[in-house]
T-cell receptor, first 116, second 115 residues
């Protein structure tokens, strides 16, 4: 069965420093990987996705993620964190073999706190 | 263009009461979803509708029913609410049927408390 793990409940980083939010996955077929962000009292917003091709994916708000097939990871990164990046981040995966791809498995979420 | 809208924003129910959560999207998307979000558990899929006229169970369908009223609207019904259904409920939509690569667009959520 497919699964997603976000090993850190919270990540703390100082403004201006690089940030990494970790994600590992397990699927039976080819993975389709997503990152979403949730600001307080809001729904999730799409950041970026990996479908195929270049392992480094660039997304919204200066975020990027690196797909590593051998380590089954899809870590979210940003070179210079902003206080406004503080939010809850979700990694998600789909597997075409599972209900034709309609079922998305979300990680438990990682809260990012950026200190000024 | 409002995107995905949900009503109500907040609701308190007593055990055994029923209610329907409403969701509508104005992006002409084919697929719609209902999730629940619980602390430390991420989002879990309750039901989804791949296209107008079809609905399917997700990961946690027990205690819920859905109706895809038309292409725009997808409602979630709790027939007899239980405290275990206290959660934040999100509706989402995506563009294409069978679109594994599709981005999902989420509504603002409904915070439901069952006493």
């Amino acid at each position: 069965a497919q699964s997603v793990a976000q090993p850190e409940d919270q990540v703390n980083v100082a403004e201006g420093n690089p940030l990494t939010v970790k994600c590992t996955y397990s699927v039976s077929g080819n993975p389709y990987l997503f990152w979403y962000v949730q600001y307080p009292n809001r729904g999730l917003q799409f950041l970026l996705k990996y479908i195929t091709g270049d392992n480094l994916v660039k997304g919204s708000y200066g975020f990027e993620a690196e797909f590593n097939k051998s380590q089954t990871s899809f870590h979210l990164k940003k070179p210079s964190a902003l206080v406004s990046d503080s939010a809850l981040y979700f990694c998600a995966v789909r597997d075409i073999k599972d209900t034709g791809g309609f079922k998305t498995i979300f990680g438990a979420g990682t809260r990012l706190f950026v200190k000024a | 263009n409002a995107g995905v809208t949900q009503t109500p924003k907040f609701q308190v129910l007593k055990t055994g009461q029923s209610m329907t959560l409403q969701c509508a999207q104005d992006m002409n998307h084919n697929s719609m979803y209902w999730y629940r979000q619980d602390p430390g558990m991420g989002l879990r899929l309750i039901y989804y509708s791949a296209s107008e006229g079809t609905t399917d169970k997700g990961e946690v369908p027990n205690g819920y029913n859905v109706s895809r009223l038309n292409k725009r609207e997808f409602s979630l019904r709790l027939e007899s609410a239980a405290p275990s259904q206290t959660s934040v409920y999100f509706c989402a939509s995506s563009e294409r049927r069978g679109g594994i690569t599709d981005t999902q667009y989420f509504g603002p959520g409904t915070r439901l408390t069952v006493l």
